[in-house]
């Protein structure tokens, strides 16, 4: 068969693209009756009547200026949707968050420009008083922007210049959500493709070790001179050959360029390549994946207007992009963000609501004076914005959302000003004219609305403001020269001062890469500031609330261990699991927490049930193994429950409980009772009654309980385990010490400095040297969080270093290795160690808690976890359980 046959056997497509057809959407009639309606009322006259019922809420009196206000934004809002044909989007979304208020489902306050919306905060879709905080519908909508044309009586509206509304749900129910829309909407969803390019990091890392034959450490240092630009990594392009921006007037309008990394050329010039065939690369598809909250809407079923694939986990996926499927179907994006569920969880066990938390609380801005604790707070956890927040001190919220928005690459370069305007209430002023609008920022355009409230004073409407400030931020060129002519004819007709013309272009200019949405801002500000005042009024239920929802963290242990290091500060401790006292989940114990048994690693989801039906209660270590045979737990189950400590009331070493715990699991049903018989005479000594049972004892016909053919195949069978034992009981403290590290992400039992310090008395921990001056020489133990990052410095001395982060049971230090003694780290380890290993440290303390180490050395100790690890016991690093 030719190609032409083949294609003759399909039917031709043709799809026009003429918009997007919103999806017929119609109003459950109770919902109509509860809001006084009749059935045949219009979805505009429901939208209507839903924002009258969320106005008479906010209980203005009508001699109250805030009543005309509110009104007469409302008023335009939905004259504008109805007009642009958007009422029945604002309904689609109104029904997800609707269903998700019936379900008890959690959602968030609001995110993206849809948070300036009055009617969305009418309708309960935000939780943000968009006037309260200067909050601007244009920036949501625009009609002078969004388009729409009507063909043989059908509305389509022009996706690209579309409205989109954001929705925050919580993480661990969004599940449910698109469950909802795939029933209301039955064959008309899916979700939506995404394509991932190939880096430039990635390209010179695999190219040069597949091409060039080099190793993983010397790419890794290679692609560590491929520089940042506010936060963003530069392709191939700027460090090679460096870029140059507007060069003709760079000195006027100050701008920047990148400059070329002569080091990285130098590398490329040697392995050429290498270079050559990354620089084909760049910029191709490196694989597909999956957008992680848009969700797509059809009109039409989707097997008749959009191509569909399955993703690897078969859920139906859109096979054009998220560019594409938007020109013609809706988009719901629903998050989900387990912000949003820490703070309904704990509101949940307080029996507070959400909405009555004032976020203008002290005891928030109180907390944010000397912030030493982020974990748990919502954005503020992210290591830059922590250090922001920290510079900063934000007083009220406004000042959080300033600290967000400068968090970001571009706007970074802004913090020390804003810092010294909120502690010294100087404002950095660019004109007299533009002070009232730049003076909440300290003279800084940091916000998206800030630009257009400018252009709105010189005389523009919103609508065009909005126009402008696309036009600007998208760098459309020939548009922009337009609008600059524009601007000076509208100062000119207000008769305002010439140079405000200029001064207002140069800001648009100069914002368009770091100003940031205002409405987004402030709503996850505000998210931001309840985890804050949770937190911190209530920490015990905060951190409740993380410990129980690490279960569902790609890492859960890791997860543990950073809540670990917080809540002992907060005069709560994490108690051990104990079979006694623990329930299957974490959970209050006094004005503590108890560890949950379910969540030590090793307890599958599985084994959770089985687990529920472990008697509690034993009277002594053989009951314990029987029990848990009766309970269908397996070997490793009940070794994890050991080797976390939750039997230590009869465990003489853990090591020891474990290797008899695995002995007793070879014995025959009739080995098992004798050896009862026989416990406390040996004192429950299950090798040492086997031993007699072989030796000493015979049955009725005189020979030995346990025939010698039958403990030859014991032997065999337990020897791997005994080797084990025999191993790890060299160092028994510190097997335990791994094994609780391992298997809780905490330890209870002793601490690294205990187990190291006899034989190395000149050891202190990270606790003590974060309080010691800078210049102090340390010799410290830690384990290492995770693999070096290498790179070189961009002094002009072009040192070589390693960097790592390591910690002990109290603390984490950064510690960079450089040059000379980063290759006596690797001679003395056999290479760099790698993420989990033990090492002690020796350096420099300099400042902000770093370590410049003259020496790293990994410890020796090898534990053993498993069986396979009897099969190459040469390695120093120890295994995974």
């Not at 019936?102 to 968009?130: H, M, W």
């Not at 003279?443 to 609508?463: P, R, S």
């Not at 209530?538 to 993380?546: G, H, I």
């Not at 070493?653 to 025959?668: C, D, G, I, P, S």
Request: proline content about 4%; overall charge neutral.
């Amino acid at each position: 068969m030719n190609v032409t046959e083949f294609l003759d056997q399909f039917e031709s497509l043709n799809v026009p693209i003429l918009g997007v057809r919103l999806p017929e959407f119609a109003i459950v009639p109770k919902y109509k009756l509860d809001l006084g309606l009749k059935e045949e009322a219009s979805n505009y006259e429901f939208l209507r009547v839903l924002c009258l019922r969320g106005f008479h809420a906010m209980k203005f009196n009508k001699n109250d200026p805030k009543y005309k206000e509110y009104g007469d934004r409302v008023k335009h809002e939905l004259a504008n949707m109805n007009e642009l044909g958007f009422v029945d989007y604002m309904l689609m979304v109104w029904d997800v968050i609707n269903y998700c208020n019936e379900n008890q489902i959690p959602t968030g306050l609001g995110r993206g420009s849809a948070a300036g919306s009055l009617v969305l905060y009418l309708i309960g879709v935000t939780k943000i008083d968009p006037i309260k905080y200067g909050l601007y519908f244009e920036r949501f909508i625009s009609k002078a922007r969004a388009k729409k044309q009507i063909i043989d009586g059908i509305t389509y509206l022009d996706g690209s210049l579309m409205c989109d509304v954001d929705m925050d749900i919580c993480y661990y129910n969004r599940q449910k959500v698109l469950s909802y829309l795939e029933t209301k909407f039955g064959g008309k969803t899916s979700k939506i493709l995404t394509f991932n390019t190939l880096s430039a990091k990635l390209l010179i890392k695999e190219v040069g070790k597949i091409v060039g034959n080099k190793t993983e450490e010397e790419m890794t240092r290679v692609t560590g001179m491929i520089p940042k630009l506010h936060g963003i990594v530069q392709g191939l392009d700027e460090t090679y050959y460096g870029i140059e921006h507007n060069p003709e007037d760079q000195n006027k309008n100050g701008k920047w360029k990148i400059e070329p990394v002569q080091e990285f050329i130098e590398w490329c010039k040697a392995n050429p390549l290498v270079f050559e065939i990354a620089y084909k690369l760049k910029d191709l598809n490196k694989n597909k994946g999956v957008h992680p909250s848009g969700i797509l809407i059809s009109f039409d079923p989707l097997e008749t207007s959009c191509p569909t694939e399955l993703s690897s986990d078969k859920d139906i996926v859109s096979s054009y992009d998220m560019n594409w499927v938007s020109l013609f179907t809706v988009k719901l994006d629903a998050l989900g963000l387990r912000g949003v569920s820490v703070v309904d969880d704990v509101c949940k066990k307080l029996k507070i609501n959400m909405m009555d938390i004032d976020l203008e609380n002290p005891s928030i801005y109180r907390a944010l004076q000397d912030l030493k604790y982020p974990h748990g707070l919502f954005q503020i956890e992210a290591d830059l914005a922590c250090k922001f927040a920290q510079k900063v001190k934000p007083r009220n919220l406004n000042e959080l959302s300033a600290v967000l928005a400068l968090a970001r690459p571009g706007a970074m370069q802004f913090i020390d000003k804003f810092a010294t305007f909120t502690t010294t209430g100087v404002v950095d002023t660019i004109h007299p004219f533009f002070e009232d609008i730049l003076s909440e920022t300290g003279g800084v355009c940091l916000y998206q609305e800030q630009m257009m409230k400018m252009a709105h004073k010189i005389g523009f409407t919103l609508d065009e403001a909005e126009i402008l400030r696309r036009i600007v931020g998208k760098k459309k060129i020939e548009e922009a020269k337009a609008w600059q002519e524009k601007i000076k004819q509208k100062v000119a007709e207000n008769k305002l001062d010439p140079s405000i013309s200029d001064i207002l272009w140069k800001i648009l200019e100069d914002s368009a890469s770091y100003s940031f949405n205002k409405s987004h801002s402030v709503a996850y500000a505000a998210l931001s500031a309840l985890t804050v005042y949770l937190k911190f009024n209530y920490p015990q239920e905060f951190y409740l609330s993380l410990l129980r929802m690490t279960r569902n963290e790609p890492d859960p242990i890791r997860e543990i261990a950073k809540i670990h290091k917080e809540m002992h500060n907060f005069g709560i401790e994490l108690l051990p699991p104990s079979l006694v006292l623990s329930n299957m989940d974490f959970d209050i114990e006094g004005k503590n927490i108890r560890f949950g048994l379910s969540s030590i690693k090793g307890i599958s989801e599985k084994t959770i049930e089985k687990l529920r039906d472990f008697q509690r209660a034993h009277s002594d270590k053989f009951d314990v193994f029987e029990s848990a045979k009766q309970a269908g737990l397996n070997i490793g189950a009940l070794s994890a429950l050991i080797q976390a400590g939750c039997l230590d009331k009869f465990a003489k070493t853990r090591t020891l409980l474990v290797y008899e715990a695995q002995l007793w699991n070879k014995l025959k049903p009739k080995e098992k009772q004798q050896a009862r018989v026989l416990a406390e005479k040996y004192n429950f000594s299950i090798a040492k009654i086997v031993k007699v049972m072989h030796s000493e004892l015979k049955d009725e016909k005189s020979k030995p309980l346990i025939k010698e053919s039958r403990m030859e195949t014991l032997k065999k069978n337990t020897a791997p385990y005994k080797a084990i034992y025999e191993q790890n009981s060299i160092a028994e403290l510190f097997a335990n010490w791994w094994y609780e590290k391992r298997l809780l992400g905490y330890v209870t039992c002793t601490t690294l400095l205990d187990i190291f310090s006899s034989k190395k008395p000149s050891l202190v921990s990270i606790g003590e040297i974060l309080n010691m001056p800078d210049g102090r020489y340390v010799d410290f133990v830690g384990f290492i969080e995770e693999d070096a990052q290498l790179g070189t410095s961009r002094t002009a001395k072009k040192s070589r270093y390693a960097k790592y982060m390591i910690s002990d049971e109290g603390g984490t230090l950064k510690v960079m290795i450089f040059n000379d003694s980063l290759d006596q780290c690797r001679l003395l380890n056999g290479g760099l160690p790698k993420a989990e290993a033990i090492v002690i440290v020796k350096g420099v303390r300099k400042s902000d808690d770093t370590i410049f180490a003259n020496e790293i050395a990994c410890q020796q100790n090898q534990i053993y976890t498993k069986l396979s690890d009897l099969k190459d016991d040469t390695k120093d690093d120890p295994k995974d359980t």
